[in-house]
Each structure stands twice: as C-alpha cells, then as structure tokens.
C-alpha cells in the first residue's frame, strides 16, 4: 500500500474499502461479516497440519461473526481436526453493523458456549498489548485457541460517543465534524509523542 493509502479509506471509487476484498492491498481472501474467514482460515490450517508445517494460522474475528452459523460449524470442524494450529482473536465489543450485541442477537456467554464446542479459550483486556500475546506463547494442546479480547470502540477517543450506540459505517456529517475529528486526532498524537518522550 502507498504511504497514503489509508486517506482514501471508504472513499467512493477507491480499492480500500470499508470491508476489504481481493483486490484491496493486503487483502488475500474476503472475510467481514459473512464469517468466511474462519472457514477459510481452518482449510489453511488443516492443509498446513497435514504438510507437516510448523507455522501458525491467525485470524482476526468481530464479536458479530459469532452470530452467523457458518462460524459455529467451522468451530466444530476445527475442534475435530484438533487444529491446535489456529489462533482467533475476537474483538468483543458488543457491537455489530445493526446496533448492539444483545439488541440484535445475543451470544453470551461467549467463553462457555466456546468451550462446549471443544475451544481452548483466553478472555483479556484487548486495549493490554502484553495480555494479547500471552495466549499466542502457551504451548499447543490438541485444541485450537481462541482469544476473547474485550474491547472498548470508544477507546482513547471520547469523541466518538455521541455517535454510540451505532459506531458502524459512519461518516462525517459535515466539514464542521471533520475538523472537530481533525483537532481530536492531532491531541492524540500529540499525547503519543509527549508520552514516547517521557519513556
């Protein structure tokens, strides 16, 4: 991707789309909401144990694909194949594209119902960098792992909670919002650097 290739980011006409696609820089296969990507991911991962490979799949998960039944029969594959190879990370913030989680079709407890379908499953702060890693540095035991880390979309931008509880698809409203966003970011990053200095 081009150093500026995240300024055109949702813009009409522009390969950076909101939900990614082959064609979107550092995209290899369609994921999103469709929760494809777990099913794809667990077909690398048993191709991968089969060849005898050492390496690791990862995958990246919404909360929101827990809801869509393809993800569960995938969770029943893996866990037969003892694809212990695979990592998901979900990202549990309790929303979806519809509004929030329990709203539109609660799946908690997430963890027990994991669990049942035969997952090794962490739960951890997902704003703690080193509470992210961890699982990933447990040795393998015959089950794939899933790591539930809970989220705030809020998080370091207060700003955005005049918009909750519909923090999909947004866009700036006008040119007034987007310098108030603007100013907001550039506080941030200021923040950043005085901290970066401090260490």
């Known amino acids: 991707m081009a150093p500026d290739g ?3 980011f949702n813009r009409d006409g522009s390969t950076m789309e909101m939900i990614g696609a082959e064609h979107s820089p550092g995209v290899e296969v369609t994921g999103g909401s469709l929760a494809q990507a777990l099913s794809q991911a667990a077909g690398i991962a048993f191709a991968r144990s089969r060849r005898g490979d050492t390496g690791r799949v990862f995958v990246l998960l919404s909360d929101g694909e827990l809801q869509e039944g393809q993800t569960w029969e995938t969770f029943q594959v893996m866990s ?3 694809l212990d190879n695979l990592l998901i990370y979900i990202d549990v913030n309790g929303q979806c594209c519809d509004g ?5 079709l609660n799946i908690e407890p997430i963890a027990p119902r994991l669990e049942a379908f035969g997952m090794r499953t ?9 509470a992210l890693v961890e ?4 040795p393998p035991d015959g089950r794939p792992t899933v ?4 989220s705030n979309p809020t998080q370091g931008l207060d700003l955005l909670k005049t918009r909750a509880p519909k923090l999909h698809y947004l866009r700036f409203r006008d040119e ?3 310098q108030l966003y603007s100013m907001e970011l550039y506080r941030m990053a200021e923040r950043l650097r005085e901290f970066e200095e401090d260490e």
């Open 176 to 178: 007034a919002e987007r």
């Open 147 to 150: 790591v539930l880390c809970h």
């Open 122 to 130: 962490f739960q951890v702060n997902a704003h703690d960098v080193d």
């Open 80 to 82: 037969h194949y003892k």
């Open 6 to 8: 995240l300024s055109h």
């Open 135 to 138: 699982p990933a540095d447990q």
């Open 100 to 104: 929030l989680m329990v709203d539109v």
